[in-house]
């Protein structure tokens, strides 16, 4: 896809301030347990896969909304870090940033609740503006931390201008409109989200993926965690192993997987191909505490 177009990836989604604080075992309703000091860092969905794909070498751009606060200086300064490109990213200084409270278990599982503040107002007349940047990116990423509306009108725009769209429908909904999941080329979903969208609370991964392309999906991506992931296209399917590694933290993991896969789609690489690269990518990512400050670059892989 390459050189015709200004990016590779451009993310249209969530950009969270990440509180994490790590126990020594969760605390039950009404409970009070100690646990490490606050640690404050870049994350929300939509800003952590444009700093996987930017740190990946993808050139990346980031449509988003942040408060004009500390938070939002810290958000801006950390997508900078990465090599996105921030210019599209709206400072609404009415809005308090976006934050996600982490708690993470001795087994390296999380817990997260997320105030959405100045996500919540990125608009579709958002998308309209930036209707140039979609039609100038090769693919288009995008995830629901965002209005549901906002998410339709980019998968819209990016159908109009033949961008593609990878599209990781979390927090998972009770369903997905049906333009929502014709647009996805892939959906990428982990396993919980796999059994939600497809409507089987049983069966195997294999089931899920054909169920989600019978329902309009022209690819589908399961992540399974250690376990690698599943894909299905036009091709068939294919099954993707996992990578070994001792888990930290599996904050943003999948957002990691998401941003490396859109960065090699980008790049022409078929779907099996670029899941490969991105089971590598986030079994990487959970070696390390904190989701953006987890993710590797391309010499860090090697």
Known sequence: ?????????????????????RVGR????????????????????????????????????????????????????AQRAAGTDVAPVIVDGAARTGTAMIIVGPDGDNSIVVSPGANAALTPQDV?????????????????EIPMETVRAAAASAAAAGARVVLNPSPAPESLAPELLAAADPLVVN?????QLSGRADGEPGEWAHAL??????????????????VLDASGIGEIPGVRVEAVDTTGAGDAF?????????RGDGLADAARFAVRVGAAAVTKPGAQPSYPTLDELA
């Open 258 to 266: 998401t941003g490396a896969l859109a960065t090699r789609l980008a």
């Open 128 to 144: 309209a503006a930036a209707a140039d940047i979609i039609a100038g990116s090769a693919v288009l990423s995008l995830q629901l």
């Open 213 to 230: 392309r019978d329902q309009g999906a022209r690819s589908v991506v399961i992540t399974l965690g250690g376990d690698g992931a599943l």
């Open 1 to 21: 896809m390459g050189e015709r177009h200004m990016y590779d990836v451009l993310v249209v989604g969530s950009a969270n301030a990440d509180l994490t604080v």
């Open 26 to 77: 969760r605390p039950g309703a009404g409970e009070t347990v100690l646990g490490t000091d606050l640690v404050e860092s870049a994350g929300g969905k939509g800003a952590n896969q444009a700093a996987a794909a930017a740190r990946l070498g993808g050139r990346t751009a980031l449509l988003a909304r942040v408060g004009g606060d500390a938070y939002g200086e810290l958000l801006l300064a």
């Open 191 to 195: 396993e919980h989200e796999a059994r």
